[in-house]
């Protein structure tokens, strides 16, 4: 094989990985779209007058992962299946984006820590590398921080609300979430990077606990995460 | 601040067991468990490739400084063999690599290994051009990373005897732009030990690379825009040589035609990159 034919095998090569890369961009920037619809449904609990609707929040975020799930399955066509790490890059992401949504939805109706399991049947994904397009542990953990991080925020919007008792349930929560991660050997990557934020998230909500209960304000203060 | 209930459950004899306030039995810590050993799995699979292709960067570069010799020994045909034998060992530890990726997405751990397979391409294309005068291909390469597995092996599980190890176009693209820097050098003391036709050869291989590389340009993945800019670099002090030669040859008697390219190189090495 001369250089020449040599160097013309390998740019069809590259051609057609480009091409691939092009059309899951092209789904990716979509499943951005929805995710951002459904971060701005669920931004509104954090108002006042959004508590009261939270049960209404959640069910219209479920109907937008509908929409999601089709999107994805879209995705799932754009590429072979054995090479989901080639462009993993492409969809981490907004993927990663999708699991705190999840999980943001999850906990409001539940006050539960979704599973990772649960999360896949959300989005229509697998959980097993093996049966095609799954969801990488590190994106799913990924997920789970950026909602932490959000729920500190709740906590302190929950207090202006006047309700002072999700604090402390959110509180619990996190403790827990955080003790979760401290049993995790992080390697210095960007995960590590995000679960080194979860530090603040975990005071600030402690902070928030700590003026509750020095103002006599949460009633049930030894149990509260019971629920 | 975490919910000191002490529950004396039994617990699994793992790594982070000491962490005292754990609560290992609610269902939030079980996952986290299962977490704990994915991840842990994961991380030790990638640092023993990482290990691996380490230690074939080491052996392909030993390969490459062995096979420079040839230029200067009159007969070449011991150090071929000898640069065969150790590219033998190289392939057994990639058939390593092949190993610890069977069953896995290769791409996953792709960042591991990258820098081994990359060395290992530019010896073996290096070896292969001393010997033929042309460039290996990619299916030349991956051709001889087939891999029988030994026996025990195949009597523990039976089937999938063969293992194969695919060499990636970028990771070949990025080798054969390293094997440029390599045949720059090889040019240079060529014609140090009086050797007039090997730099004209190795001037008409290295264009056709460049117009190869040139061809691809900007499509092909980032590193290799970076590589480009030293592969014009020597191609350029290849095309001196042989300008010099050309111009001078017929003038200097050819034992001083050492010193004139030894100043040069002299001049040159400098701005050599680590290849």
């Known amino acids: ?227 | 601040m975490n919910k000191r209930q002490g529950e004396g459950c039994p617990r699994k004899n793992t790594d982070a067991a000491q962490d005292e306030s754990a609560n290992t039995c609610s269902p939030v810590m079980a996952a986290f468990k299962v977490f704990q050993q994915e991840l842990d799995v994961k991380h030790d699979k990638y640092e023993r490739l990482v290990k691996l292709s380490r230690d074939i960067t080491i052996e392909s570069k030993r390969t490459i400084f062995l096979l420079h010799r040839v230029t200067s020994v009159p007969d070449t045909t011991e150090i071929l063999k000898e640069a065969d034998t150790k590219l033998d060992g190289v392939r057994q530890k990639i058939g390593q690599i092949a190993e610890e990726l069977r069953g896995e997405d290769i791409y996953q751990f792709h960042r591991a290994y990258t820098p081994g397979i990359q060395e290992y391409v530019e010896a073996v294309s290096f070896l292969h051009y001393i010997r033929q005068r042309s460039l290996i291909s990619l299916e030349e390469i991956n051709a001889r990373l087939v891999f029988m597995r030994s026996e025990k092996d195949v009597a523990e599980s039976a089937g999938a005897q063969v293992l194969t190890f695919q060499v990636t176009p970028s990771d070949y693209l990025l080798g054969v732009a390293d094997l440029t820097g390599e045949l720059m050098r090889m040019c240079i003391s060529s014609v140090g030990n009086g050797d007039i036709d090997t730099p004209f050869q190795l001037s008409q291989f290295l264009r056709q690379i460049h117009d190869g590389f040139s061809y691809i340009g900007n499509t092909g993945p980032y590193e290799v825009s970076k590589k480009l800019h030293t592969l014009r670099q020597s191609l350029g002090k290849v095309e001196d040589a042989c300008y010099t030669l050309r111009v001078r040859g017929s003038e200097i008697p050819k034992h001083m035609l050492a010193d004139v390219f030894s100043s040069r190189t002299a001049l040159i090495d400098p701005e050599e990159g680590v290849v």
């Open chain 1, 1 to 227: 094989m001369s250089v020449t034919e040599m160097f013309g095998y390998i740019q069809g090569f590259l051609d057609a990985d480009q091409e691939t890369r092009e059309d899951i961009r092209k789904v990716v920037q979509i499943l951005e779209q929805t995710a951002r619809e459904i971060l701005t449904v669920l931004q509104s609990v954090h108002q006042p007058s959004g508590f009261k609707e939270i049960p209404n929040k959640c069910a219209k975020a479920r109907e937008l992962f509908c929409t999601v799930r089709t999107h994805i399955a879209d995705l799932k066509t754009k590429f072979p299946m054995e090479q989901y790490y080639r462009f993993h890059e492409h969809w981490r992401f907004v993927l990663q984006r999708s699991v705190f949504l999840a999980a943001f939805v999850v906990y409001l109706e539940s006050e539960a820590l979704v599973t990772r399991e649960e999360v896949a049947k959300i989005l229509g994904i697998e959980v097993v590398r093996e049966r095609g397009f799954h969801l990488d542990v590190e994106d799913y953990l990924a997920g789970v921080l950026i909602m932490a991080s959000e729920l500190s925020r709740l906590a302190v919007n929950s207090v202006t609300a006047g309700d002072y008792n999700r604090p402390l349930r959110i509180s619990n929560f996190i403790n827990e979430l955080d003790s979760g991660f401290r049993l995790l050997n992080l390697k210095n990557d960007p995960l590590r990077k995000r679960y080194d934020g979860l530090k603040y998230d975990v005071k600030k909500i402690e902070e928030v606990v700590y003026d509750l209960s020095i103002r006599g304000l949460a009633k049930e203060s030894e149990s509260g995460g019971g629920k």
